[in-house]
């Protein structure tokens, strides 16, 4: 059984309009302990959001009503959960703007069940993971970082950061001057081996994008050129 770190069963927000995709997911996740709530359009997606309150949500790009793309918009607008998008079959403009939306993770369809319960798992174990295992608040010219609380600031403006994001900061900032490979940051934060390097490219952009006061020439997060990143 996986359980929330006070002990509570996580809870997943699964939308996707084939019943049969629903059904074989809501399966293979319930055998794994997570209690699964389904939608079947972007308009109940949002309702169920709001009334259900998942601790991750599973999201089809492609669905009637409003599509995954704009219902990850309205979600991100409010909340960090984390968010998995089921995206075509090599349609990397689907991969890259679910992610630009600030979606953690994606799947292609046709997948694997077992891969995709791969990934939940995997974000779920850093979710539970206690506070009291890594520094509490991290402070570099004008940046902190609250671990605890999640939140994060630069010369005293609050930040807003996404699940995935926040993790990606962390695990740069809590090792200063160590460089490290896009594959090493994909297994530290994403947590399993299925994932295309260019992920950590777009979320490190956005991470920029937010916390350096010129993106184009970083101040904390600087490039490793052939080999990946490192915090400074």
């Not at 630069?154 to 200063?176: H, K, M």
């Not at 006061?213 to 600087?222: A, G, K, L």
Request: net charge negative; hydrophobic share 40%; aromatic share 6%.
């Amino acid at each position: 059984m996986v359980q929330s770190v006070q002990g509570n069963t996580r809870k997943i927000l699964l939308v996707d309009d084939e019943p049969s995709i629903q059904k074989m997911l809501t399966r293979a996740l319930e055998r794994e302990g997570f209690e699964v709530h389904t939608a079947g359009d972007g308009e109940e997606a949002l309702e169920a959001f709001s009334a259900y309150q998942p601790h991750l949500i599973i999201l089809d790009i492609m669905l009637p009503k409003l599509d995954g793309t704009e219902v990850c918009r309205r979600i991100r607008a409010q909340s960090d959960v984390p968010i998995i998008m089921l995206t075509a079959k090599d349609d990397e403009i689907d991969r890259v703007v679910g992610l630009e939306l600030g979606a953690d993770d994606y799947v292609t369809k046709p997948f694997a069940v077992r891969e995709l319960v791969a990934r939940v798992r995997a974000i779920m174990r850093r979710v539970s993971v206690p506070a009291g295992q890594r520094q509490d608040e991290l402070s570099y010219d004008g940046l902190k970082i609250n671990i605890p609380s999640r939140r994060v600031s630069v010369e005293g403006r609050e930040i807003d950061l996404t699940y995935t994001e926040f993790e990606l900061l962390v695990t740069l900032a809590s090792n200063p001057g160590r460089v490290f490979s896009r594959s090493a940051l994909l297994t530290r934060v994403w947590g399993d081996e299925f994932r295309d390097e260019r992920t950590v490219d777009v979320h490190i952009r956005h991470l920029r994008e937010k916390i350096e006061r010129d993106p184009r020439n970083p101040e904390f997060i600087h490039t490793a050129r052939g080999v990946g990143y490192v915090f400074r």
